[in-house]
């Protein structure tokens, strides 16, 4: 199954939502799209919406990590809109529930 993401461009804001799940078989378009959105000058926030997604792997989760990283060394910030239980579990495991942002839905990370 390939990637499935609708991208919403919001001044200066980016909001990409993907849906199903986030795998090593899908990552390596989610990485392209995420970086694309990260070095593109006129994107100042990248938010990702998590809400419709079913499943989030390590490979998947590295690829969010890559894009935080490429935003913060701009000077950007990327946010992300809270994820099923199963998928936010992921990042509590990791310990990286300490590292992103999250908000309860796309209109408050555009607004935080």
């Not at 938010?47 to 079913?54: D, G, P, S, Y």
Request: no cysteine.
């Amino acid at each position: 199954m390939s990637l499935v993401a609708t991208v919403e461009h919001r001044d200066g804001t980016a909001v990409v939502s993907p849906v199903g799940e986030l795998d090593a078989y899908n990552a390596p378009a989610l990485r392209e799209q995420l970086h694309g959105l990260a070095t593109d000058a006129s994107v100042e926030l990248l938010v990702v919406n998590l809400k419709r997604v079913t499943f989030l792997d390590s490979s998947a989760l590295g690829v969010l990590v890559g894009a935080l990283r490429q935003m913060r060394e701009r000077d950007r910030d990327l946010r992300l809109v809270d994820p099923r239980p199963n998928v936010r579990r992921v990042f509590e495991i990791t310990l990286l529930d300490r590292t992103f942002a999250f908000a309860p839905s796309v209109e408050e990370a555009l607004t935080t």
